[in-house]
């Protein structure tokens, strides 16, 4: 018997991905290196320790990694602060329609105090029994770290739990700590591989009503 949902944050709640790829953009001029949508989708659901490894891995470990996610982090604050996060399609709808009927929780790999900012300012942060963060685990996605981390939060075992993803690495990183997934998918389209570890996708979060 499902007792709670667990949501991922960014490009299932908020619309943070799209802001994501064109912050990447401009640090990847501002330096004058070459990144690939490759890079971009293997770092999506990673914290910035996680994503830090990835870029030089691919880079090279002379790349000023550091410097690159500082650049795309004032970026990403200007458009925030400039423009707001959009809330993704059926966010807030399906959040209402959760709320009464099963405990909900938030796995992001974002930092703490971005998620309580962002969520805040969208609205949504009160839907949450419990917020896990990426500042709080050693390991982020696709390591299943933070998701048994958020399902130990609200008191539930991982059986008992369904997380709503967009990202291969939250899938991963769900799928490995026991829980069912949704996939609701954003940037990255579902493979043969992703889908197999899915018990549904649906283009938008209403979908989710057709099972919940």
């Known amino acids: 018997m499902i007792k709670a949902v667990i949501f991922d944050m960014d490009g299932v709640l908020l ?43 691919i880079l090279g470990q002379d790349f000023d990694a550091e410097g690159f996610m500082k650049l795309t982090s004032e970026f990403f604050h200007q458009i925030e602060f400039s423009t707001g996060i959009p809330i993704m399609p059926f966010a807030k ?5 959760l709320r ?30 419990t917020i896990t963060t990426g500042d709080q685990v050693v390991h982020s996605k696709p390591d299943p770290e933070i998701y048994r981390m958020a399902c130990e939060s609200i008191g539930v075992l ?23 997934v949704i996939m609701i998918p954003d940037r990255i389209a579902p493979t043969p591989e992703v889908t197999a570890l899915c018990c549904n996708v649906f283009e938008h979060l209403d979908g989710v009503k057709k099972v919940l």
């Open 93 to 97: 709808e399906i959040l209402e329609y």
């Open 100 to 129: 009464p009927k099963y405990k909900l929780a938030l796995a992001s790999s974002t930092h703490r105090t971005a998620v309580t900012r962002q969520l805040t300012n969208a609205g949504l942060i009160s839907y949450f029994d």
């Open 158 to 180: 991982p059986e008992e739990c369904i997380a709503i993803e967009d990202s291969p690495n939250g899938i991963k990183s769900a799928h490995a700590a026991g829980l069912s």
């Open 15 to 57: 619309d943070t991905e799209s802001i994501c790829d064109k912050t990447w953009e401009l640090a990847a001029k501002k330096m004058n290196v070459v990144t690939t949508a490759d890079i971009v989708n293997e770092c999506r659901g990673t914290n910035k320790e996680d994503s830090l490894r990835i870029i030089k891995r």
